[in-house]
């Protein structure tokens, strides 16, 4: 299912048909966008997710005010220029010009799609690091009889042949504790799976209990046991 960042995003593709102006552009009256964008960031009472709905149309509407290119009909114009005449299209500029804003340092808290949980801003940092393991999808046909002792295995509780294998290195302990779990995130991203809902458990036990985890699945029994046994 789509979400409603995806929705977003589409809807201003399909909407624009003309070229679009950047917000950075040289023009008087990119400038005052960036003004009116940059002062909202700041001044907003409270905090905003772009991808709901109501919270997306007030905020808007405030941003909208703040304009003075004429009556309201004039200022939706100039900003259909830039396409941000929308409340979607709005809010896919602001979500494509993140990294901008960062280099610009902006202040954005307002926004909580910027806002990175902590065990996002340490995945971020993994990512980036020498220490990242990209997750391969583990072959629905693989019976792995002789796996490798190390080889992690993370996968969707509610639908345990969706999985990934990541070259884990090491004992499991605090030592790479850190490990697993930005493998899970990592893992929760491709597939689109919660966090809690994504379950490590070393190779050799999961292809060794493969029935046993589907069938926990099916009837909604927590894997405790076999969770732990990574």
Request: a negative charge; charged letters at 35%.
């Amino acid at each position: 299912m789509k979400s409603f960042k995806d929705y977003i995003l589409e809807s201003y593709i399909t909407e624009v048909t003309n070229e679009i102006k950047s917000i950075w552009a040289s023009k008087l009256e990119a400038k005052q966008i960036q003004d009116k964008l940059k002062n909202i960031f700041t001044g907003y009472k409270g905090k905003v997710s772009l991808t709901n709905k109501s919270e997306l149309g007030k905020f808007f509407k405030q941003f909208l005010g703040t304009l003075s290119f004429g009556n309201n009909m004039q200022n939706l114009r100039v900003l259909k220029d830039y396409g941000m005449a929308t409340e979607q299209g709005f809010a896919s500029v602001i979500l494509g010009n993140q990294k901008e804003f960062e280099e610009k340092k902006w202040n954005t808290d307002c926004i909580k799609n910027f806002n990175l949980s902590e065990m996002e801003k340490e995945y971020k940092k993994w990512k980036d690091s020498d220490e990242y393991i990209q997750g391969v999808k583990v072959d629905d046909a693989t019976n792995q009889d002789n796996v490798d002792d190390r080889i992690l295995i993370v996968y969707d509780r509610w639908d345990p042949e969706t999985a990934e294998e990541f070259d884990f290195k090491g004992k499991r302990g605090k030592s790479t504790e850190h490990t697993v779990n930005m493998c899970r995130v990592e893992f929760g991203k491709d597939t689109d799976t919660k966090y809690y809902d994504c379950y490590p458990i070393l190779a050799k036990n999961y292809f060794g209990n493969l029935e046993n985890i589907k069938k926990r699945a099916e009837l909604g029994i927590m894997d405790q046991e076999i969770y732990q046994q990574i």
